[in-house]
Nanobody, 127 residues
Framework: QVRLVESGGGLVQAGDSLRLSCAASGRTFSSYAMGWFRQAPGKEREFVAAISGSGGSLYRTDSVNGRYTISRDNAKSTVYLEMNSLKPDDTAVYYC????????????????????WGQGTQVTVSS
């Protein structure tokens, strides 16, 4: 069984930075694509970023391009989301997710393609 635990969320001001971490256990981490999604109150869960098992393929949604960076450390079974120049619109619960099937292929960008999810970490950006 896979367990994903996010950390690093908090309350910050617009323009600040945060780094989210997601520690995985239960599987060979480097074999699986990882994704970050977020869900704001009253909105659907949306794709933020994804990374392939090897780290060679990266994707980010347009709204965070140039501000967010996804990375992974397979030795630590951890994926990161570095968030800079945060805006109030970035306020949401952020979830990490693991995809079993993609492996080293380009990671999926659809929530339904992910097999395991963390519990989420709240990010609140004040203006």
């Amino acid at each position: 069984q896979v367990r994903l635990v996010e950390s690093g969320g908090g309350l910050v001001q617009a323009g600040d930075s945060l780094r989210l971490s997601c520690a995985a256990s239960g599987r060979t981490f480097s074999s699986y694509a990882m994704g970050w999604f977020r869900q704001a109150p009253g909105k659907e869960r949306e794709f933020v970023a994804a990374i392939s098992g090897s780290g060679g393929s990266l994707y980010r949604t347009d709204s965070v391009n140039g501000r967010y960076t996804i990375s992974r450390d397979n030795a630590k079974s951890t994926v990161y989301l570095e968030m800079n120049s945060l805006k109030p619109d970035d306020t949401a619960v952020y979830y990490c997710a693991l995809n079993v099937g993609a492996g080293y292929a380009p990671p999926p960008r659809v929530a339904g393609s992910y097999d395991y999810w963390g519990q989420g970490t709240q990010v609140t950006v004040s203006s």
